[in-house]
Each structure stands twice: as structure tokens, then as C-alpha cells.
């Protein structure tokens, strides 16, 4: 999972997605991890339109972690905001290792956070193909060390797919810090 490399898909957690509980845990445990190494975040979202800054932000006292987050759900929102070259998303589409970097390091350049994570996928139900089917979430992750992408092909419906990319970022930006 490093500049460009690709996780294999994920089957989904016993149980099921997570559930609102179990995303709230996880943000309040990101935030402190944070706040104890001072890094702040910002997020760039295309098919979460904003889920992941939402679940941080619902937690009183995040301001001092989260910087701001971008949502992008228009091609143009990703070049206009982020600074992605139209030409990139011509050549590989909206959902591609490329773009999901591309957000990543223009969420990171456009905020003062330390770290920055972007997701762009297909949440369904409609809209997938043979080469990017329904759940196909790419991530990228901008930080100090560099940039990273990864992506999951995660089951089930729209909600599901949400749920558990806002789990999976959360889960990628604790293991850079």
C-alpha cells in the first residue's frame, strides 16, 4: 500500500458493516491518536460526500485535529478544488489510483493538515462495470512521508459501502501516524 500500490479486495467484517457506534469509537480514537502527535487532518470525498469529515466532526473538540475537508463529488469539484488535472481523469476516470492521489496531495497542499485522505468509488447501485464494479473504493493518503493509494472492493449496498470506506480511511491514516 505504497505510491501506487493496490491492496487485494476485502471481505467484509463479521457482522457486517459498522454500524454508527462502532465509526463513532473509531473516530474518537483516531482524534486522540492525533491530537496526542499534533497532526491535523483533512479529507477529500467523492463517493462519501463528506461522510468521513462528518463522523470526525460529530465528536465535540475535534476543531484542534480536523483542518477541513473538501467534498468533490464532481469531476470538475476535483480539478476546481483540488487541483487534479482534467487530463488525468480523461485518461484513467474519476475512480483510479491516479485521481485518489492526485485528491490526496491537492487536499494536502490546500489545508494546513500534517495528513490528508481521499476516496473516490462507486457506492452503487448503479454506475459500476466489469473493471470498476459497485464497492470499488481507491484511497490515497498524503503525509509526510509521502503519498500511498489502496483500494477495496467492499460488499453490499450503498450504506455499506459508505460505512466501511469511512472505516477503511480511518484505519489507513492511523497506521501513518
Same mark, same amino acid.
Given at each position: 500500500?505504497? %505510491? %501506487?500500490?493496490?491492496? #487485494?479486495?476485502?471481505?467484509? &467484517? @463479521?457482522?457486517? @458493516? @459498522?454500524?454508527?457506534?462502532?465509526?463513532? !469509537?473509531?473516530? #474518537? !480514537?483516531? +482524534?486522540?491518536?492525533?491530537?496526542? !502527535? %499534533? =497532526?491535523?487532518?483533512?479529507?477529500? #470525498? *467523492?463517493?462519501? %460526500?463528506g461522510l468521513i469529515a462528518a463522523r470526525l466532526t460529530e465528536i465535540a473538540g475535534s476543531s484542534d485535529v480536523v483542518d477541513r475537508g473538501f467534498v468533490t463529488y *464532481?469531476? /470538475?469539484?476535483?480539478? #476546481?478544488? +483540488?487541483? =487534479? @488535472? /482534467?487530463? +488525468?481523469i480523461a485518461d484513467h476516470g474519476a475512480v483510479s489510483a491516479p485521481v485518489a492521489? &492526485?485528491?490526496?496531495?491537492? /487536499?494536502?497542499? !490546500? *489545508? &494546513?493538515?500534517? =495528513?490528508?485522505?481521499?476516496?473516490?468509488?462507486?457506492a452503487g447501485p448503479g454506475g459500476g462495470s466489469a473493471d470498476k464494479p459497485v464497492g470499488l473504493v481507491w484511497f490515497g493518503l498524503a503525509h509526510a512521508?509521502?503519498?500511498m493509494t489502496d483500494h477495496v472492493v467492499f460488499p453490499g449496498d450503498r450504506a455499506a459501502v459508505r460505512a466501511?470506506? =469511512?472505516?477503511?480511511?480511518? &484505519?489507513?491514516?492511523?497506521?501513518? +501516524?
Open positions: 500500500m505504497t %505510491g %501506487g500500490a493496490k491492496a #487485494e479486495a476485502q471481505a467484509e &467484517a @463479521p457482522g457486517g @458493516p @459498522p454500524d454508527a457506534a462502532e465509526l463513532r !469509537r473509531a473516530a #474518537e !480514537r483516531l +482524534l486522540a491518536r492525533c491530537r496526542a !502527535r %499534533g =497532526v491535523m487532518l483533512a479529507t477529500a #470525498e *467523492s463517493c462519501t %460526500g *464532481s469531476n /470538475a469539484a476535483k480539478t #476546481e478544488m +483540488l487541483g =487534479v @488535472p /482534467a487530463a +488525468l492521489e &492526485a485528491m490526496a496531495r491537492g /487536499a494536502r497542499a !490546500r *489545508s &494546513a493538515a500534517g =495528513v490528508a485522505v481521499a476516496v473516490t468509488g462507486i512521508g509521502g503519498v466501511a470506506t =469511512v472505516a477503511h480511511a480511518f &484505519a489507513l491514516i492511523d497506521a501513518v +501516524l
